[in-house]
């Protein structure tokens, strides 16, 4: 019999409406978070030569130290942060170091605070873990930006941990220094720890970004190489956690993980090598695409009132149209070939939208466009 907590665990929607897109013909990707675009060549000559040179058995779990070395380098460039880098442990994505953070923190019966909307696979961990889920509300009129007040009357005696994710994944939000600053307080105040989910760090288009550890040095924060660098495949991320809990961290990633890819960790520190230009010009890609999406769902008549400012979603609200956000997803799949994922994977929140992905090139976005178009035509 399947074990409880793992019956606990609900299915990723945005991965089941791809694999039920991907059993269809012609249809229009907007449904995952995935870039469209390679890392450059350097990171693909370092990899190779790193194979070629039989780097091709496990390394140690915290990582290989000139890419830990690396990683902290780029706080220090990037942030003016001095991270040690006994501190950091190299996961394969950071997916893996999101749980063993958690992992890390929560007893069973402890409560996890995360903002509603939030990043599908945060409930699934806590619970996966026996904690509790607590949630923060965001307004689509507020920009899906927390209040900081709704944190300090959220957590309670049996907070571990506040979960925050700048830019966002729904809804595109990037969260701003005084913010931060104040979960940071909160956290501080409530003997809890922040996880600062930080993946899409590169990908603002006009905010600043702020990383947490500028706030407190008592938080993981989890990055990696997947959006930033077009290396979803490649698998590579990191956890910098706070001191005292690396060696925990560690332990945990002996025993699920081993190790990262070796030869995929000298791309990783190819990658952290890229010019400023390079990321700068995906900015300047994903910043259009984005505007064109904005667009098209306004032409629509699903305008979700606000301008997410980084990762690369756009929510469209249908709450208007007939039916859940599942349905309005099957609807647009079945009806019109565009996948799209639907809202309810986000939190109930996010139930009255749907969620676009624009790491896609114009053309798929110009096409999803006037499928949908048609579509909601036809149905008046
Ligand atoms: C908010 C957020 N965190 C973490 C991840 C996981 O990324 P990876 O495991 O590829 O590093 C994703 C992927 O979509 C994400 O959107």
Known sequence: MVSERARSVDSFLAMDVLERANEREDVVHLEVGEPDFDPPEAVFDAAVDSLRGGNTGYTVARGKPELRRAIAARYDRDYGVAVDPDRIVVTPGSSPGLLLALATLVDPGDEVVLTDPHYASYPKFVRFLNGVVRTVPLRASEGFRPRAAEYDRTVGPDTSAL??????????AVLDGETLGAVASVADAADATVVSDEIYHGLSYGAAERTMLEFTDEAFVLDGFSKRYGMT????????APPGYAE?????AQHVLISAPNFVQDAGVAALA???????DVRDTYRR????????VADWGL?????PEGAYYVLADVSGLPGSSVDVADLFLEEAGVAVTPGADFGERASDYVRLSYATDEAAIDEAATRIDRLLDRLG
Do not use: H, Q
Request: avoid cysteine.
């Open 163 to 172: 979960v925050v994710n700048s830019p966002a994944n729904p809804t595109g």
């Open 303 to 307: 305008d979700p009132d606000y301008a």
């Open 289 to 296: 695409r984005r505007d064109r999406l904005l667009d098209a």
């Open 248 to 252: 925990a961290v560690n332990r945990l």
């Open 233 to 240: 495949g490649w698998r590579l991320g990191w956890v910098v």
């Open 274 to 280: 890229t010019d400023e230009s390079w990321l700068a």
